[in-house]
């Protein structure tokens, strides 16, 4: 059963440091979706990328983040300058359309920053 | 607004059922969802239900839908211990975006 995969599963980084989150979302899927959920609250929307570009972005998502699909299987998220706040699961996800039945989620990548 | 509430615990006894409720705020949301998170792990999806149906059976799982109150609930009926975990009904939103919202995610305790 094809499925969305995250790496690495666990990553620990220094406050201040650049980390990138990969994703490989499942190949015939058209959507992307970054989520992140902070230990023990809920799940929130940071950016979904359609047709190589941000079709939209919540507020979480400032300029310290950017996305990128750099080839045609890997679908990244950068932070650019880590905040202790930042320590949260990211979820990926990739669904095949626009309103389409489901979106299928990653395991998830646990950053801890310390 | 984006809000997808639901009750922040429920405990109950093996082999009783358990009740999920969640209220969501898009009228336009095609298609309602529940997913299941087990401590430390990923977004598992339980079942999901199309606006236009009022209840769905999957197994142990039913699935009930009030839109005109915008009311989601999850039945698990025999529930488990394996079934202790947090539940989050989600809504797919398109009246002007496209993107999944997750509710507050209920934790769900089964004792012997």
């Known amino acids: 059963e094809p499925e969305v995969t995250q790496t690495p599963s666990h990553q620990v980084t220094q406050m201040g440091q650049e980390v990138i989150l990969r994703c490989v979302p499942i190949?015939?899927?058209?959507?992307f979706y970054w989520y992140r959920q902070i230990l023990g609250q809920k799940v929130e929307f940071l950016v979904s990328?359609?047709?190589?570009?941000?079709?939209?972005k919540s507020e979480i998502f400032d300029d310290q983040f950017s996305v990128e699909r750099p080839d045609g299987s890997n679908f990244t998220l950068k932070i650019r300058s880590t905040k202790l706040e930042d320590s949260a699961m990211y979820f990926c996800?990739?669904?095949?359309?626009?309103?389409?039945?489901?979106?299928?989620f990653g395991q998830g990548t646990r950053l801890t920053v310390v | 607004g984006e809000d997808v509430e639901q009750s922040l615990f429920l405990s109950v006894r093996e082999g009783d059922s358990s009740v999920i409720n969640c209220t969501y705020t898009?009228?336009?949301?095609?298609?309602l969802y529940w997913y299941k998170q087990e401590p430390g792990a990923g977004l598992q999806l339980l079942t999901y239900?199309?606006?236009?149906?009022d209840m769905k059976q999957d197994q142990r799982l039913t699935v009930l839908l009030n839109k005109k109150d915008k009311h989601l609930s999850l039945r698990i009926a025999d529930t488990q211990t394996g079934d202790s975990a947090i539940y989050f009904c989600?809504?797919?939103?398109?009246?002007?975006?496209?993107?999944?919202?997750f509710g507050t995610g209920t934790r769900l305790q089964v004792f012997p």
């Open positions: 996800a990739s669904s095949l359309g626009q309103g389409s039945t489901e979106a299928f």
């Open positions: 190949s015939n899927h058209l959507y």
């Open positions: 990328f359609y047709n190589n570009e941000i079709s939209e």
């Open positions: 898009d009228s336009s949301s095609t298609y």
């Open positions: 239900i199309f606006s236009n149906m």
């Open positions: 989600a809504e797919w939103m398109t009246y002007n975006t496209d993107k999944l919202i």
